[in-house]
């Protein structure tokens, strides 16, 4: 069926065509981070006319206004990517996110999430061939690898506000997943990678792909199985540094009454003091995941003027790792009451203990209880299912209605922990106290342990959109063509329900975590306007002069929605020189998690690093009192009544409480993109592609980490008064810390200015090779990034720095102000090489700028051969020199280390790909 887009472009094209052609194709290779390993010179011959990420309009890519960066299905196969998660990692605009060392955000259960420009994972709206993917939090976040790798056709990444055409949430920007859904035959694909020491990762893949319905329709269809095993922080060195020790299963015993005490060593004899075991070792650097993934894809012509399609997509994801509850084994520390007819009293031990008239004896007891490391298994199923309407009315009239739902399940069961407390509210370990040798280092807890119930999650979204689109040459049209226009409206309502198992609703575990109910939702209705209007073509300096313009009304059931709109201007000076520029606002409602998640209060041991109870993962969150450090200011200290210097403080007795905030405001923001396209018609295959933005956020959405509220009340702004103060409170009695508030609230704001480079030049090889070569580079240069607490307060400066004091929602700790990949490609006939050097530039710790992070450089190697016609073979070492992360002296969040790095080290991998002929 012959697309109205292609009718209504027709004449305009054919106008074009002659003098653009080169500068279209060049332009959209300027925004391919790695081109297509094919002769530059083939796509050269005519404009196409395609929908881009960022509109809803189509037009030729040379006509965009906000800049798009992509990554296209050549690369993605020379990267060998198995998960989503392996393109993302290597874009110079994106920040780590949660990723696969689960070691930061707390919900993301095993997930890969997007975080653009590290401004928050909630900022980015994640798109699946233009409509919304189905998140899995209740923070809006998307596990990218639910998509399947292989039949991506395309990434764009936009940069900026995008809330006008999409919705909210596009306010850092959008990145768009296109699908191979026009795939034909089948393809077989297996590829293995592996580092040394563990984290090898397999998946298989099949793609099949046809016309049906006589040739009136095409269905394209793929199933895959993917596993990553695990990675062992023992495995490498640097993680086990400054690496430390809890309590033996031998234990700790100390009689109350007298206050002697004693110790059980790994060998089962008494000594004086504690008896320590380093479990670090067996903690896991990389989380294993297991993945099964299927869908379809499909379109069928009904009539003339309409064509029916859709897609269903089902992925079951299975992640063991850290989890709420951390991975540190289960310990008690508790009093109990021994007999003095308990057998199990070690004869050099009989003595310490004083038994009453009645002979029982009260002994706290801290002991490790054997069960091993913890560790909570999520199994989350995620399924979408679309279904669509569309077609040509006339030659400038087309519609496009569809309706999508999309539904997250999940479960996450923690192992190796147990239930405290029997059901008449007893202790358990005190009701073994006499029955079972507890002075046995090596006796079998096993029984007393069990799989406890985490909770149960349940996250959906349901969208209908309809879009009527089309351009004014029945009516009228300007000197330079018709004005193409796009109207919309779009429903969509979002539901999360969280339901936790009774050991955590009732605090009744070993562990020192809760799990909150929650039963949310809210829904929006939005209506969109776009325009393109064509100003001048083909004069003196003007070879196309558009304007762009976009307005959505937006209204929410759970907040006072804003409405949004998007200014843009393309100036094409003649074949070489292009400049476009955007002006955009946007609005990103309050997500679930923000306005619905009730208060939940964790225990500040988990988060405090001198404490047994400590989860490695919530480094950077808390690093002490700076009054008991005698860091803090003396005076503000004894202005909030802080205890002396130097006084011991438990924090298991305080606790870190956060969640939602009912009364949460909607995000404002504005964003501003000016850039120019250069392909200079003298240097054939040169292009260049330079843009600077600006983002500025207002009642920017996030929490304030305990660490950087106490370094802003007692160290950078010690003054009365100072609201950072309020987040961390203390007893009146004590002086100590008493509550850390990490709720969500409005900040003041969030800015941040930058600047793109992308250049790729392609040119004939020397003589002694032969072939062609490409050389490509896409960087992104952070200008300014700053971040305020609250307007009473200055803002932060957050350019180049890593660690809490810069990061919203703690996805991502690192704000690099300088990231870059840049390749060289060497093609000859069947066989491509590929030398790629990815570097991130030297960073400071946001907390104390003494510390920092050098530059990182990193090496990767790949090469393809098309041995025959159906088979072809990828190969590649990323981290050709086996660089290992940077280990700064503080800041750290990840085993010594800041888990935006890469952890693995050098990686060897081979994909084969088949496509049986027919």
């Not at 269905?219 to 690496?243: F, H, P």
Request: overall charge negative; hydrophobic content about 40%; glycine content about 10%.
């Amino acid at each position: 069926m012959t697309s109205y887009l292609s009718k209504q472009n027709t004449r305009r094209n054919l106008r074009q065509a002659s003098k653009l052609a080169l500068a279209v194709n060049l332009a959209l290779f300027s925004q391919l981070a790695l081109a297509q390993q094919t002769d530059a010179q083939a796509g050269a011959e005519k404009t196409e006319v395609i929908t881009i990420t960022g509109s809803r309009i189509a037009r030729t890519e040379l006509v965009a206004s906000s800049p798009v960066a992509s990554v296209d299905e050549v690369q993605i196969q020379l990267d060998r990517a198995v998960n989503v998660e392996d393109i993302t990692a290597k874009l110079p605009q994106a920040a780590a996110g949660a990723n696969a060392t689960g070691a930061t955000v707390g919900d993301s259960l095993g997930s890969s999430t997007i975080d653009l420009r590290s401004l928050g994972q909630n900022r980015t709206l994640v798109l699946i061939n233009g409509t919304r993917a189905v998140p899995f939090s209740f923070r809006n976040s998307v596990d990218v690898n639910i998509i399947p790798a292989g039949l991506i056709k395309r990434v764009d990444v936009l940069t900026g506000g995008a809330a006008a055409v999409y919705g909210a949430d596009a306010v850092a920007g959008v990145v768009n997943f296109i699908m191979d859904d026009k795939f034909d035959g089948v393809e077989l694909s297996a590829s293995y990678e592996t580092a040394d020491g563990g984290a090898e990762k397999f998946n298989t893949e099949a793609i099949f792909g046809g016309d049906i319905a006589s040739g009136r329709g095409h269905i394209t269809g793929y199933v895959g199985y993917s596993e990553r095993k695990d990675l062992l922080a023992g495995e490498r060195s640097w993680a086990m540094q400054n690496s430390g020790s809890i309590i033996n299963t031998g234990g700790f015993y100390t009689d109350v009454a007298s206050g002697n005490s004693f110790g059980i060593d790994n060998n089962g004899a008494v000594t004086a003091g504690r008896n320590t075991v380093n479990v670090t070792g067996e903690r896991n650097l990389i989380q294993p995941m297991d993945r099964l993934s299927a869908g379809l894809f499909f379109g069928v012509e009904l009539s003339d003027y309409a064509e029916l399609y859709g897609r269903g997509m089902y992925a079951k994801v299975k992640v063991d790792g850290a989890g709420a509850a951390g991975q540190t084994p289960v310990t008690v520390n508790e009093q109990v009451t021994l007999t003095a007819d308990n057998p199990y009293i070690p004869a050099a031990a009989r003595d310490l203990i004083t038994f009453d008239a009645n002979g029982n004896a009260l002994v706290n007891v801290e002991r490790n209880l054997g069960l091993g490391l913890q560790y909570t298994a999520a199994v989350r199923e995620s399924s979408q299912f679309q279904l669509g309407l569309k077609g040509i009315l006339t030659d400038s009239l087309s519609y496009d209605v569809y309706a999508q739902y999309g539904s997250t399940d999940e479960t996450s069961t923690i192992y190796n922990n147990a239930y405290k407390i029997n059901n008449s509210g007893a202790s358990r370990f005190g009701a073994i106290a006499n029955s079972s040798d507890i002075f046995d280092p090596a006796l079998d807890l096993t029984n007393f342990g069990a799989p406890l119930l985490y909770s149960n999650r349940e996250r959906t979204q349901s969208v209908l959109a309809a879009t009527l689109s089309g351009d004014s040459a029945p009516l009228f049209e300007l000197p330079a063509g018709a004005v193409s226009y796009a109207l919309g409206y779009e429903y969509r309502k979002e539901t999360g329900k969280q339901t936790p198992g009774d050991a955590f609703r009732n605090g009744t575990s070993f562990a020192s975590v809760g799990v909150f109910d929650m039963d949310a939702g809210f829904d929006s209705k939005e209506v969109y306007a776009e325009v393109l209007v064509p100003l001048l073509f083909d004069q003196p300096f003007f070879d196309q002069l558009d304007f762009e313009g976009a307005y959505r009304i937006s209204e929410y059931s759970n907040t006072d929605a804003e409405n949004t709109y998007k200014l843009g201007l393309n100036w094409a000076i003649n074949s070489d020189v292009r400049i476009r520029a955007s002006h955009q606002t946007a609005f990103r409602a309050p997500n679930l998690g923000e306005f619905a998640s009730p208060i939940t209060a964790l225990s500040l041991a988990l988060f405090d690093q001198t404490s047994d109870q400590f989860v490695p993962r919530f480094a950077g969150r808390f690093d002490g009192d700076p009054c008991l450090l005698g860091t803090g200011n003396a005076e503000q200290c004894a202005r909030y009544g802080a205890a002396p210097v130097g006084t011991p403080f438990d924090a298991s007795t305080a606790s870190y409480t956060y969640g939602g905030n009912p009364n949460i405001k909607p995000e404002q923001a504005e964003s501003t993109t000016v850039g120019i396209v250069y392909t200079p018609s003298y240097l054939n295959g040169f292009d260049v592609t330079l843009d600077y933005y600006t983002i500025e956020i207002t009642d920017a959405v996030s929490q304030i980490q305990p660490a950087a509220a106490l370094k802003n009340c007692y160290i950078d702004n010690p003054v009365a008064g100072n609201p950072l103060c309020d987040a961390v409170l203390r007893d009146p009695q004590t002086g100590l810390i008493s509550t850390a508030i990490v709720n969500d609230f409005n900040l003041a704001a969030v800015q941040q200015d930058g600047i793109d480079l992308a250049v790729n030049y392609r040119f004939n090889a020397p003589e002694v090779l032969g072939g062609a070569m490409k050389l490509s580079y896409q960087g992104t240069l952070i200008t300014k990034q700053t971040r305020q607490n609250n307007a009473t307060v200055a803002a932060i400066d957050c350019k180049g720095t890593f660690g809490s004091a810069c990061s919203g929602d703690f996805a991502s700790v690192l704000q690099a102000d300088y990231k870059h990949r840049m390749t060289l490609d060497w093609n000859l006939d069947t066989v491509g090489v590929q030398l790629g050097w990815r570097r991130i530039g030297e960073v400071e710790n946001a907390a104390d700028r003494s510390i920092s992070i050098g530059a990182q450089n990193y090496i990767d190697l790949a090469a393809s051969w098309q041995a025959t016609d159906e088979l072809s073979v990828t190969a590649g070492i990323d981290n050709l020199l086996d660089k290992e992360p940077p280990l700064p002296a503080s800041g750290a969040n990840h085993f010594n280390t800041v888990s935006d790095y890469p952890v693995l080290g050098r990686t060897l991998g081979i994909s084969l790909r088949y496509t049986p002929a027919f």
